[in-house]
């Protein structure tokens, strides 16, 4: 079962909800809440995979990222892990180890055609909870994480709201949220918070998205001319919006109605005055996952190297790397490469006109300068899609 896919899926979540909820107005906390978020998690993933290879595969990846982070963490804190070479090397063999599954599931379809090998992985939010254990193992590597407990750990990386499609929390910020007592009246706002957000994500998703797919779309897809797929351009713009954005609003409230306040993951992207500011509004948790993760320590390693003559192109050729592998994580089809490539292109070509502008102010401040570069924003990042969408292709 898909989560948010269905009002079947909201039914069956009543319950770990009602009970959750019960808690929270009595002023129930602490050890208690986090015990029925973790029964709630257990039988939410039963309710999705079912299957029982799913299952299986399920709780084999958790185990194996566990294992991963739990082993890092004796490393880093013995007496070998003081040693800075050892420990790099042992720091880079767990990010490779906590990302092949992930990259076996990539590669699986090309495996197939070649009659290589079949994946056993697969299973719905591989990539997140992927990213989860990825960004535990470099933050115990910064020194940030100390302890690692296993039930904490299965809260986190399995918390069934965000398990398919996020948004990607932080863990040390999860577990400040889990281990926070709550009182009634702060338990209460998070749940007007978190049921305000529900009814927008069906408002998002099942209504606006579903009108836009019903209505637009779905001829759309059947007429090729060149100005049909202007307007598929736009229309499909606003429906990966409403249909996320909506998804991302039913993840957000449960998790505020479990006593999470899971970070939000859209801002008004589209009213973005630059494409730097876009990436700030769109697909946050993602976003900042790349930045913090990738861009930040290439440019920082970089620098440090000296890989580059100058700034600008060791910040160039970290956008290259960041939108790239965005990109290739949304799969490996050109569509997706391609789409990577032309952020990355974006962002390069948006730094060099803002420095240039500071030279030459060919792009004044004001109300009509700032709608006109709403506009122009937009529209770049509508052509993105049209490219994501593989129509092109």
């Known amino acids: 079962m898909t989560p948010y896919e269905n009002f079947s899926f909201f039914i069956w979540m009543l319950v770990p909800l009602g009970p959750a909820v019960l808690l929270?107005?009595?002023?129930?906390?602490?050890?208690?809440?986090?015990?029925?978020?973790?029964?709630?998690?257990?039988?939410?993933?039963?309710?999705?995979?079912?299957?029982?290879?799913?299952?299986?595969?399920?709780?084999?990846?958790?185990?194996?990222?566990?294992?991963?982070?739990?082993?890092?963490?004796?490393?880093?804190?013995?007496?070998?892990?003081?040693?800075?070479?050892?420990?790099?090397?042992?720091?880079?063999?767990?990010?490779?180890?906590?990302?092949?599954?992930?990259?076996?599931v990539k590669l699986n379809p090309y495996a197939l055609a070649l009659g290589v090998w079949q994946s056993p992985l697969g299973f719905l939010g591989i990539s997140y909870v992927t990213f989860r254990t990825v960004g535990t193992v470099i933050e115990i590597r910064d020194g940030l994480i100390k302890k690692v407990k296993f039930l904490d750990f299965l809260s986190y990386v399995l918390f069934f709201p965000t398990l398919?499609?996020?948004?990607?929390?932080?863990?040390?910020?999860?577990?400040?949220?889990?281990?926070?007592?709550?009182?009634?009246?702060?338990?209460?706002?998070?749940?007007a918070e978190g049921i305000d957000h529900i009814f927008r994500g069906f408002?998002?998703?099942?209504?606006?998205?579903?009108?836009?797919?019903?209505?637009?779309?779905?001829?759309?897809?059947?007429?090729?001319?060149?100005?049909?797929?202007?307007?598929?351009?736009?229309?499909?713009?606003?429906?990966?919006?409403?249909?996320?954005?909506?998804?991302?609003?039913?993840?957000?409230?449960?998790?505020?109605?479990?006593?999470?306040?899971?970070?939000?993951?859209?801002?008004?992207p589209f009213i973005a005055k630059n494409i730097k500011d876009f990436w700030n509004r769109?697909?946050?948790?993602?976003?900042?996952?790349?930045?913090?993760?990738?861009?930040?320590?290439?440019?920082?390693?970089?620098?440090?190297k000296k890989r580059f003559?100058?700034?600008?192109?060791?910040?160039?050729?970290?956008?290259?790397?960041?939108?790239?592998?965005?990109?290739?994580?949304?799969?490996?089809?050109l569509r997706y490469i391609v789409y990577g490539l032309y952020h990355a292109a974006l962002m390069v070509g948006y730094d060099w006109l803002e420095r240039k502008n500071k030279t030459y102010n060919f792009w004044k401040k004001g109300r009509v300068w700032d709608g006109l570069a709403i506009v122009v924003t937009a529209h770049f990042v509508f052509f993105s899609f049209l490219i994501f969408s593989g129509r092109l292709f």
């Open 24 to 104: 929270g107005l009595l002023g129930v906390s602490g050890r208690i809440r986090s015990l029925w978020l973790i029964f709630s998690t257990a039988f939410m993933i039963w309710l999705i995979y079912r299957p029982v290879m799913s299952l299986v595969q399920v709780a084999g990846f958790f185990l194996w990222a566990y294992l991963i982070v739990h082993f890092f963490l004796k490393f880093k804190q013995s007496d070998r892990g003081n040693q800075a070479e050892k420990l790099k090397r042992v720091y880079h063999l767990a990010i490779l180890v906590s990302l092949l599954p992930l990259v076996l």
């Open 164 to 191: 398919a499609s996020g948004p990607i929390d932080r863990y040390r910020r999860f577990l400040g949220d889990l281990e926070k007592k709550l009182t009634r009246k702060e338990y209460t706002e998070s749940l």
């Open 203 to 268: 408002l998002y998703k099942f209504v606006i998205a579903y009108l836009i797919n019903k209505h637009s779309l779905a001829w759309l897809n059947t007429v090729h001319t060149w100005w049909a797929t202007v307007q598929y351009m736009y229309f499909y713009s606003f429906y990966l919006f409403f249909d996320f954005a909506g998804y991302s609003a039913f993840a957000v409230g449960v998790s505020y109605i479990l006593g999470i306040r899971t970070p939000e993951n859209f801002n008004k």
């Open 282 to 304: 769109w697909h946050i948790s993602l976003s900042y996952w790349f930045r913090d993760y990738i861009y930040m320590r290439f440019v920082l390693d970089s620098a440090k």
């Open 309 to 333: 003559k100058n700034k600008y192109t060791t910040a160039y050729v970290g956008f290259l790397l960041n939108m790239g592998m965005m990109g290739i994580w949304h799969g490996t089809e």
